[in-house]
């Protein structure tokens, strides 16, 4: 997430005379901004080239909104948030007077929903999960205090694991006939969605699927796979992203490593090792030094 969304990148993208957000609050690599609808306005939401910095965004309002991309039309009710794919053109209209929020991100934070989510302007039901982000988002643009370089980054993290969520919530809904949603893609998307909690496990990911540690063990030894190698690895993976970006240098090794899902900065050199990775603190002095 080493790309910064400003203003001014988001209104390159929304056009229209509504464009404009009458508050803004940035946090590191995300952005959330408010806006006003006078029941006319369209953002012109334009599609971005691949392989770059891309922006995503989800765009919450208290009056409703129709999302059109060609032919297609979507409505959005009160409640909703709509989700706006950085690839893929659209058309946001007010269908009247009201107050919006938005939340942008870099892209390369969401797109592992990428094959679930098919299109932009796609309803994101108000599930429990999309209102604890809304209500974030407005906790931050309504709050006054200056954040620090940690709190900055701690909000980051929040709002991409609950955007993630939000989006993850939505790819049964989107996946088509054609891919069965057995237990195991549920429970995959949970593990990544709750990765970066040191206190989940197997026993957790059992309980949030209703059924036995045992059961969930043998779903995935039928891939030749193991619950706790996979979440072992997607840890890995996050905490190779954090060593990979040098915005997160300020945290320590034991920092990162509980940001990362792990509960403790051994345990975090253990996983490192058991893939025959550099150890953590050499990793980031290696990117340091050669940069």
Known sequence: ???VIDVSAVLRLIGGDGGR????RRHRSILVTS???DGRADWMWNAQPEGGD???G???ADAPLR???GADVVEIAVGEASFLHPHRAATIETVAPGTGMSVWLPWDSLQEVENGVQTPGHVMSPTPLTAGLKAFLTSLLTQQE???LYTDYLVERVVVEMAFGVLLESVPKNVSGARDSRSIDRARSLMLLRRSDPDFGVAELAGELHISTRHVQRLFAAENSSPADELRGMRIELANELLGDPAYDPLTVAELALHAGFKTPAALRRAFASRDLSLPDRAR????STS
């Not at 957000?21 to 803004?24: F, I, R, V, Y």
Request: net charge positive; aromatic share 8%; charged share 15%.
């Open 1 to 3: 997430m080493g790309n």
């Open 21 to 24: 957000p009458t508050a803004a």
């Open 35 to 37: 806006h006003t609808f």
């Open 54 to 56: 891309a922006i995503a």
């Open 58 to 60: 989800l765009a919450f």
């Open 67 to 69: 999302v059109r991309r």
């Open 146 to 148: 200056t954040p620090t």
């Open 285 to 288: 002095r290696n990117r340091v």
